[in-house]
């Protein structure tokens, strides 16, 4: 699959955050969008939750839709025609018409699709067994495919490889990309020891990177959540300045929710959260002018 054309800076379009997030007035070059809270159930008739298609192609003829996928099982142990991704994600981004589609590299399985940060076991086996399901999956899906890395709290046993190894290693031998979440590193960071943010960009294939997730989030008992309850923090823009001088992926979104992750998220709202995330997507576009603008000739 060929690389994207460069499209710029976006929000995920977020339904926890819908009822009062004016999505349609920011100034922003594309709209990501979750599958998993529009899809219709797998025991429905149903692609898309009633109205739910209507609304995203009202959104369409404002800014191009870009299909993210969480819980689609790709990558756990079911048939691979029998995963919601196989069997509702792949219809959904062909409809709304993405011009490629991130997921996450979680495990999952009709017992355990809740579960959020459930990180593949980073081993030479496990490339082989992910990368033959992505090869497939990104035919189906007839877009380039690319790999979400996750937020974790511990790590899997058994793994025999660093994660960064693990997920260029995938890539290279699907044939698919990288959807690079800044914020996700940052945590990651934070939570498990030895755990270096420029270590893992270094071990990249940089140029494998089709997209960014910038989000911000908190502090719980102990160890930093991705919950995307908060401004972006100085380290993530830090890591985006770099990667932007080295890399030219197609798109950078911002992400922001309500209480999807935990009971303790902040529930977003009001003025403030309003002003906050303009600022956040005001400095994103400024970052991503600075790298992308042609250098004028003395």
């Known amino acids: 699959m060929d690389r994207p054309q460069s499209i710029g800076i976006g929000i995920q379009y977020n ?3 819908l009822g ?16 998993d ?20 192609m009202e959104l369409k003829r404002k800014r191009p839709l870009l299909a993210h996928s969480n819980y689609g099982c790709d990558f756990g142990f079911l048939p691979l025609e ?20 991130a997921d996450h590299c979680f495990y999952g399985d009709n017992s355990w699709l809740d579960i959020w940060s459930s990180p593949l076991q980073f081993s030479r086996a496990e490339v082989v067994r992910v990368a033959d399901r992505a090869r497939r999956l990104q ?22 490889m ?6 260029a290693s995938v ?26 943010t420029d270590e893992y960009l270094d071990a990249l294939p940089l140029d494998r990177v089709i997209a960014v997730h910038l989000a911000g989030g908190s502090w719980r008992d102990g160890l930093y959540h991705d919950w995307h309850d908060s401004p972006v923090p100085e380290p993530v823009w830090e890591m985006l300045q770099w990667l932007l001088e080295r890399a030219s992926p197609a798109a950078v979104t911002l992400e922001y ?27 994103a576009r400024s970052i991503w002018q600075a790298a992308t603008s042609p250098v004028e000739a003395a």
């Not at 009062?20 to 599958?35: G, H, N, R």
Request: glycine content about 8%.
């Open 20 to 35: 009062w997030f004016p999505f349609e007035s920011l100034d922003v070059d594309l709209f990501e969008v979750l599958l």
């Open 257 to 283: 929710q309500g209480r999807c992750h935990h009971e303790g998220t902040r529930v977003l709202g009001g003025q403030s959260d309003l002003d906050m995330i303009v600022d956040d997507l005001s400095r």
């Open 82 to 101: 029998e995963t919601p991704a196989a069997r509702r994600h792949v219809p959904m981004t062909r409809a709304i018409d993405s011009p490629w589609v």
């Open 37 to 56: 809270p529009v899809m219709g159930p797998l025991d429905s008739p149903y692609l898309f939750l009633p109205g739910a298609f209507e609304k995203l």
């Open 171 to 196: 890539a290279e031998r699907a044939g698919t990309y990288l959807h690079l979440d800044l914020h996700n590193v940052y945590a990651n960071s934070l939570n498990l020891p030895g755990y270096r």
């Open 139 to 160: 035919d189906l899906y007839g877009v380039p495919l690319a790999h979400e890395n996750a937020a974790y709290y511990v790590r899997t046993p058994g793994a025999d």
């Open 162 to 167: 660093r994660e960064a190894d693990f997920m």
């Open 15 to 17: 339904p926890e955050i």
